[in-house]
């Protein structure tokens, strides 16, 4: 059974920052993509940031130069740093993966439980 499990959520002043980590684990034979989402109350799922399993990256125009993401194939973990964080930030945080179960076959995605940033005062 696979797993992604996050970690590092919380509660931040704004201008603060956190560091969010999700880690794969279970059967698996390669984690291909992966990113970083958000769901805010009443707003639907959103990109935040996604990488790719050569380091490539995409980040939302609402994160860029605030977030980084990065990740250490070696633990099949994914991070994603939040700098200058702002109440707008508030939501919560899913990583998501593209994952093959064995060689050859097909990637499949799968979601973390996700984790609660809120920013605020």
């Known amino acids: 059974q696979v797993q992604l499990v996050e970690s590092g959520g919380g509660l931040v002043q704004p201008g603060g920052s956190l560091r969010l980590s999700c880690a794969v684990s279970?059967?698996?034979?390669?984690?291909?993509?992966m990113g970083w989402y958000r769901q805010a109350p009443g707003k639907a799922r959103e990109l935040v940031a996604t990488?790719?399993?050569?380091?490539?990256?995409n980040y939302a125009d609402s994160v860029k130069g605030r977030f980084t993401i990065s990740r250490d194939n070696a633990k099949n973990t994914v991070y994603l740093q939040m700098n200058t964080l702002k109440p707008e930030d508030t939501a919560v945080y899913f990583c998501?993966?593209?994952?093959?179960?064995?060689?050859?076959?097909?990637?499949?995605?799968?979601w973390g439980q996700g984790t609660q940033v809120t920013v605020s005062s």
């Open positions: 998501g993966a593209d994952i093959a179960k064995r060689p050859g076959g097909v990637l499949e995605v799968y």
């Open positions: 990488i790719s399993s050569g380091g490539n990256t």
């Open positions: 279970g059967s698996i034979f390669s984690v291909n993509a």
